[in-house]
């Protein structure tokens, strides 16, 4: 696991050595969907060296109290 904010923008890459698996059987295949809704960005390579999945998220910028 590595990552790194720059730009407003934070990269998370997540590797391992498993190989990749399509879906299969009931209550699995949920991670990819959830990714892909909570990132911008979801990139996925697999390998004979294993998977690697880089998400990418642009961060909100905090809103200024409101003056009372």
């Given at each position: 696991?590595?990552?790194f904010v720059s730009d407003g923008t934070v990269e998370l890459?997540?590797?391992?050595p498993g190989?990749?698996?399509?879906?299969?059987?009931?209550?699995?295949g949920r991670?990819?969907?959830m990714m892909r809704e909570l990132m911008d960005?979801?990139?996925?390579v697999h390998s004979e060296e294993g998977?690697?999945?880089t998400l990418?998220?642009?961060l909100r910028v905090p809103s200024?109290?409101?003056s009372v």
């Open positions: 696991l590595s990552g890459t997540v590797s391992d190989r990749w698996r399509k879906t299969g059987g009931q209550g699995r991670g990819m969907p960005s979801v990139d996925l998977t690697t999945v990418r998220r642009r200024k109290p409101a």
